[in-house]
């Protein structure tokens, strides 16, 4: 956590500051949250004095603790906030009435003692309020000036001082300045430094909504378990349970960590985890997960991951990480508020010259209110906030409809998409296929014909080979010796059983080895057609079973791929089933271009392929040999149901495992970085606009100079414009079909 920071141009600072520490890999910091997330072995203590070096404070927020830790930040910002509005309440107690007294017609003139006097009290009220209100506007301006830096403190307490100064020039000593000249802007120091308070206070109020997706995921966890100890049942805070422990967990209850069960039966609410709001049953040797909700049984279970190990924390952790991820849009922002400030100040420069040369009287007043005005206007809060704030509430809102998204980049590219490849196998279809036909051409019969192919199968874990194990399982046969087995990749296996040379594959296996298919291939063919997968078994060279297996398409898959199509991607089916069975899959999810056929080192290359020919691919599939295809792709989606290897080498997980998650995450990207762009513009406009307005530009032709209370009051306001478009992403719901 990072105290002191108070515009974009200090994230430039903080993070070159860290860079510069040896062992630092790679730095980001997040401006809305004022938090850094750090990549690399350099020690705490030296990334904090790096820190405060640079004119900031830093604690660490530990992991183990991140709900206290979000708490205390909670209650921090609130009495931050509070702060605030004491501040708020004194600049403007004071301003408020001198800004009326003006109004309405009094005199902000001095030109006689008496007026001298009492304009000094007022001076010295001001000067007061400006200590207590604006202080820490001050403190960070000298504290930028001691590392040759400026900020938008430097921009305030210029802007202010300027304007108190100038003032107290004029009551002290009146002469040394012309009489047009003598107007006091005592009134312009406090309401500026009121209403830039007020902004403050209204984007911390703002702010404190954008984390309430972190805020929902912690609250899942539990806060206490019940441990089995000594034989007896005593509640422990979580914190305390290690691997190996055995708890109970009863009905209504929330799953304290992740575990195995060894004891009872129930039916679990895992909609936090996956989105299926239907229980699922569970039953000795069934896994559970932490945050889910156990509803009926009383259950009795072994912790096998505790603290940061638990899927719950893995997934609040990866949503932290991309939340403090940058999108490559924002790189516009930082470049552009590293040279701001700055340039701001030599333009309020310039201006009061001008003015002093070829402005009319009072030229001095023109000069000083065009300096400070410009100052003032052009404080860059709202152009560091436009990026962040939005990246925090879209990346929460995905993880609200089960769409975990682990960074910036991944955030902004998938919006454009224009091609989407999807694995057929656990990504299209279910990946739990089973025995469908059993054809016999030799004189083998089925008991023996479904015990070589069990052999064959036994030391495999793809998912066709579950489907041959758990059918010879429901026939009570047992798998016998294998020897000499070799997995030939993309086409099957050989080996041997009792001596006898056996092949299990596809056509291609049977083509190489030489096995003669005869009519054979016409009752494959109309298997395949079936969207069926046919595999030939052949004993010592003779074709002896054609097994068909067919894997179910998962429920609401062709509406989904209906909804890509609808946004203008093109979904491609890539799979290593024969080119028959996988049309019959694509078309019947709707799919035009498939590639069929695909061995597993091929998967990478095809997505390659299409990014050759100019388009922006998003890869999605559940299975180790997806890992490389999902790395290769712009975008890489893994299926939450699949195997770990996949979601670390993707860059989106979809925890519900439906494909209708694809559709959500574009939608919610391109939310997100529309919501962005409107930021951007509001900040680039807003200063572009306001810059020389400020500066006198429209007073040849319409007699107009901007006044600096006007001036602080939208800068002030632009940063809670800010804030509350990007917490519109709040309200935003991805289309669902009816």
Request: hydrophobic residues 45%; neutral net charge; aromatic residues 4%.
């Amino acid at each position: 956590m990072i105290d002191g920071v108070s515009c974009a141009s200090c994230v430039d600072k903080i993070e070159m500051a860290l860079a510069r520490v040896p062992g630092v890999e790679h730095v980001t910091m997040n401006f809305a949250l004022r938090t850094v997330a750090i990549k690399g072995s350099a020690p705490q203590e030296a990334l904090i004095l790096a820190i405060e070096k640079a004119g900031y404070g830093a604690r660490p927020i530990p992991n183990q603790q991140e709900s206290k830790a979000l708490q205390e930040r909670e209650q921090a910002d609130k009495a931050y906030q509070r702060g605030l509005f004491r501040k708020v309440a004194v600049a403007l107690g004071l301003g408020v009435p001198l800004m009326l007294y003006g109004l309405l017609g009094g005199e902000m003139t001095v030109t006689t003692g008496g007026q001298r006097l009492a304009w000094l009290v007022v001076g010295l009220l001001t000067l007061a309020a400006m200590v207590f209100s604006g202080g820490h506007f001050y403190a960070g301006a000298w504290q930028a000036f001691r590392n040759h830096a400026a900020t938008m403190d430097t921009l305030i307490a210029l802007g202010t001082g300027t304007a108190w100064l100038y003032s107290m020039v004029v009551v002290v000593q009146p002469e040394l300045l012309p009489l047009v000249a003598r107007h006091l802007y005592f009134e312009a120091t406090a309401m500026i430094i009121g209403l830039v308070n007020l902004g403050l206070a209204l984007e911390v109020r703002a702010r404190g909504r954008t984390s309430e997706a972190i805020q929902r995921l912690i609250g899942l966890q539990p806060k206490t378990a019940r441990v089995v100890r000594n034989g007896q049942e005593v509640d422990l805070p979580i914190e305390q349970v290690v691997v190996g422990d055995t708890l109970r967990i009863r009905p209504g209850e929330k799953v304290p960590v992740d575990g195995r069960v060894t004891q009872g039966h129930s039916a679990v609410d895992e909609s936090m985890l996956t989105g299926e709001p239907m229980p699922v049953e569970k039953k000795v040797d069934d896994p559970l997960a932490a945050g889910t909700l156990n509803r009926t049984g009383s259950l009795l279970f072994t912790a096998q991951r505790v603290g940061a190990d638990t899927a719950l924390s893995q997934i609040i952790a990866m949503v932290k990480q991309a939340q403090n991820s940058k999108p490559p849009i924002s790189r516009l922002a930082d470049v552009i508020s590293a040279y701001f400030v700055p340039s701001i100040m030599i333009i309020a420069v310039v201006s009061a010259m001008v003015w002093m040369n070829f402005g009319p009287d009072p030229a001095i007043g023109f000069a000083m209110v065009s300096a400070t005005t410009v100052l003032i206007i052009a404080c860059p809060c709202a152009l560091g906030l436009a990026t962040p704030i939005s990246v925090i509430v879209g990346i929460g809102k995905a993880a609200e409809v089960g769409v975990l998204i682990r960074n910036g980049e991944a955030l902004q590219t998938a919006s454009k998409i224009d091609v989407m490849v999807l694995d057929k196998t656990g990504t299209i279809t279910q990946g739990s296929p089973r025995v469908t036909d059993l054809i016999l051409t030799g004189s083998r019969d089925e008991q023996e014909v479904m015990a070589l192919a069990a052999t064959l199968e036994s030391g495999s874990e793809h998912p066709l080979a579950m489907a041959i194990m758990e059918s010879a399982r429901e026939r009570g046969i047992e798998p016998g010796v294998l020897e000499e087995f070799n997995a030939i990749a993309g086409h099957g296996v050989e080996a041997r059983v009792d001596g006898k040379p056996l092949l299990f594959g596809n056509e291609k296996l049977m083509a190489d080895r030489g096995v003669a298919l005869n009519h054979h291939q016409s009752q494959s063919q109309s298997l395949a057609r079936d969207a069926k997968t046919p595999i030939y078994l052949a004993v010592e060279g003779q074709l002896s079973a054609i097994i068909a297996i067919a894997d179910p398409i998962k429920p609401g898959a062709a509406d989904a791929i209906g909804r890509l199509k609808e946004k203008g991607i093109k979904v491609v089916m890539l799979s290593g089933d024969n080119r028959e069975t996988a049309m019959a899959v694509a078309k019947s999810v709707g799919i035009d271009d498939l590639f069929a056929e695909v061995l597993p080192e091929q998967k990478a290359l095809k997505v390659q392929q299409l990014q050759e020919a100019g388009h922006i691919v998003g890869m999605v599939g559940d299975g180790i040999n997806d890992a490389p295809a999902l790395a290769q792709a712009d975008v890489g989606f893994a299926i939450g149901t699949g195997t770990d290897v996949a979601m670390e080498s993707a860059d989106i997980t979809l925890m519900r495992g439906s494909l209708h998650g694809l559709s959500d995450a574009v939608e919610v990207s391109k939310a997100t970085l529309k919501n962005i762009k409107q930021n951007l513009f509001g900040a680039f406009i807003y200063n572009a606009a306001g810059v020389p307005i400020a500066a006198g530009i429209l007073y040849p032709l319409f007699g107009l100079l901007l006044n600096p209370v006007v001036a602080g009051a939208a800068m002030a306001f632009s940063s809670v414009t800010v804030v509350t478009n990007a917490n519109r992403l709040r309200w935003f719901t991805p289309t669902r079909p009816q």
